[in-house]
């Protein structure tokens, strides 16, 4: 398989070809380390992170943001999104607050992004 990517790692934004060959992964293009390590693991286990917003009971206002801690298996998403889309913070809610922890059993957190006061 052979997929034409930029790198999105750092400002250079690299036009790379990346093709797997033989269970290894081939890279041309990236001029960093980081760079073929994003394409490595783009095509092995592509990973992303996740910003959305929940519910607030009694809370000044109706949604907060929360995002999760570390990024998550793409294979994952929609998992994870119907189980966030469960959850509701009651105010007072603060930057940083775990809601739930291990989400999916994907080792990441879904945390609160914005301070809520109760109403």
Do not use: W
Request: glycine residues 8%.
């Amino acid at each position: 398989m052979k997929r034409e990517m930029i790198c999105i790692v750092c400002p250079n934004g690299c036009d790379m070809t990346v093709e797997m060959r033989e269970g290894k992964v081939e890279v041309q293009g990236a001029l960093c380390k980081r760079g073929r390590q994003y394409a490595e693991q783009e095509m092995i286990n592509p990973m992303r992170t996740i910003s959305t917003s929940v519910l607030v009971e009694d809370g000044e206002i109706p949604l907060v943001s929360v995002r999760v801690t570390k990024p998550v298996p793409k294979s994952r998403i929609f998992d994870i999104m119907k189980q966030i889309g469960t959850l509701r913070v009651s105010a007072p809610a603060h930057i940083g607050q775990v809601i739930l922890g291990n989400v999916c059993g994907s080792d990441s957190d879904v945390i609160v992004t914005k301070n809520v006061k109760r109403k």
